[in-house]
């Protein structure tokens, strides 16, 4: 079992900026390869990006890229969502999820564990 919890959501304009970061306990974090994923209201789970077990590779949906950056730190058991130029249609409750395997993981349901979410509302 691994425990997720997010943090860093909030209120934020259009155009600025926001860290979203996560922080996992219990099984080893370095083994999973980790992602975020967000829904908005009214629409279903949605990828945003995943970041491999050693932090090499990652993958971002059409949506973000270019705005977004998925990071690790190892050591401190963190994963984190740089979000910039931030757009109203990012408006969601956005998910750490985790999942202890091989592979590049784009879909919600591939992920096995979860956290709580935190919500990110932006204003035009």
Not at 35 to 58: D, H, L, M, N, Y
Not at 70 to 77: E, Y
Not at 107 to 113: F, I, L
């Amino acid at each position: 079992q691994v425990q997720l919890v997010e943090s860093g959501g909030g209120l934020v304009q259009a155009g600025g900026s926001l860290r979203l970061s996560c922080a996992a306990s219990g099984r080893t974090f370095s083994s999973a390869a980790m992602g975020w994923v967000r829904q908005a209201p009214g629409k279903e789970r949605e990828f945003v990006a995943t970041i491999s077990k050693s932090g090499v590779f990652t993958y971002y949906a059409d949506s973000v890229k270019g705005r977004f950056t998925i990071s690790r730190a190892n050591a401190k058991n963190l994963v984190y969502l740089q979000m910039n130029n931030v757009k109203v249609e990012d408006t969601a409750v956005y998910y750490c999820a985790a999942v202890y395997g091989v592979g590049r993981y784009v879909t919600p349901s591939e992920y096995d564990y979860w956290g709580q979410g935190t919500q990110v509302p932006v204003s035009s």
